[in-house]
């Protein structure tokens, strides 16, 4: 889905439906994770735009000292309780650009499915000052791509979009090692070493129902006025269910990694 600027409040709305229906992250990359960076009960961690914490138990489960940083309040209430019997596990409710915390003082900063929020050039400036010599930024993000399995499924819901939200299936490209790799290379121009990219790939199959209430989860798709969003979304329903019932998203998911001297 795309990303619009200024919409980081609407998660903040539905986080309970977030933390139901957007998708972990596969084993494989906190594997490629802790390969690339070796974390345990000392290390320092940050994790950038907490959400529901989708990505953040395989990090706890190392028994680091984790501070998650999250915008949202109804988020960071969420997330520090779900996570509360984890005793170096804590939230602080702001924005990255505003968070405190002494330089040169972290292991790891990860950010997954959020940094893109973050203006680049301040965020990336931020996670290098912030981070010990050694020490690593992982970023990761799930890229759902249109169903390749169902003939007809996609031509389907771009006619329903092209009336609610012109142009958004139409332009969307799957996600590339091509894309990764100019991601990974972004952060040389802060100072990075070490940068390194893997890809992940998996499929999700939802009813129709369900698929509604995932879309229910965009930011995009939350900020349309609510008459017009449950026209839209029963247009979207009506589509799948006439073609079988069921859609299955083929999902990209990439990890860029980069170390500070």
């Given at each position: 889905m795309p990303i619009i600027k200024g919409l980081e409040w609407t998660f903040n709305?539905?986080?309970?439906?977030?933390?139901?229906?957007?998708?972990?992250?596969?084993?494989?990359?906190?594997?490629?994770?802790?390969t690339y960076k070796e974390i345990n009960s000392s290390s320092k961690v940050v994790e950038i735009?907490?959400?529901?914490?989708?990505?953040?138990?395989?990090?706890?489960e190392t028994g680091c000292?984790?501070?998650?940083?999250?915008?949202?309040?109804?988020?960071?209430?969420?997330?520090?309780?779900?996570?509360?019997?984890?005793?170096?596990?804590?939230v602080v409710n702001a924005k990255f650009e505003d968070f405190e915390c002494e330089d040169n003082s972290l292991d790891l900063i990860y950010s997954?499915?959020?940094?893109?929020?973050?203006?680049?050039?301040?965020g990336y400036a931020k996670v290098f000052k912030l981070l010990k010599s050694g020490g690593v930024f992982a970023r990761f993000a799930n890229h759902p791509y249109k169903d390749k399995s169902r003939y007809g499924m996609h031509e389907a819901l771009q006619k329903v979009y092209d009336v609610y939200m012109p142009g958004v299936l139409g332009s969307e490209k799957?996600?590339?090692q091509e894309n990764a790799k100019n991601?990974?290379?972004i952060a040389k121009k802060y100072g990075f070493i070490d940068t390194a990219y893997k890809m992940y790939y998996r499929t999700r199959t939802f009813n129709s129902d369900e698929y509604i209430l995932l879309l229910g989860?965009?930011?995009?798709?939350?900020a349309i006025e609510e008459k017009i969003r449950k026209k839209f979304f029963g247009e979207i329903k009506s589509a799948i269910d006439e073609l079988g019932g069921v859609i299955t998203i083929y999902d990209t998911i990439d990890l860029e990694l980069a170390r500070k001297p």
């Open positions: 709305t539905v986080y309970k439906e977030y933390d139901k229906w957007r998708p972990t992250y596969v084993e494989e990359l906190y594997e490629d994770i802790f735009g907490i959400g529901t914490g989708q990505a953040t138990l395989p990090i706890l000292i984790l501070t998650a940083v999250e915008y949202g309040d109804e988020l960071s209430m969420y997330a520090k309780q779900k996570f509360n019997c984890y005793k170096q596990f804590d997954a499915s959020a940094f893109h929020w973050i203006p680049e050039e301040i799957e996600y590339s991601r990974a290379e989860t965009y930011s995009d798709h939350i």
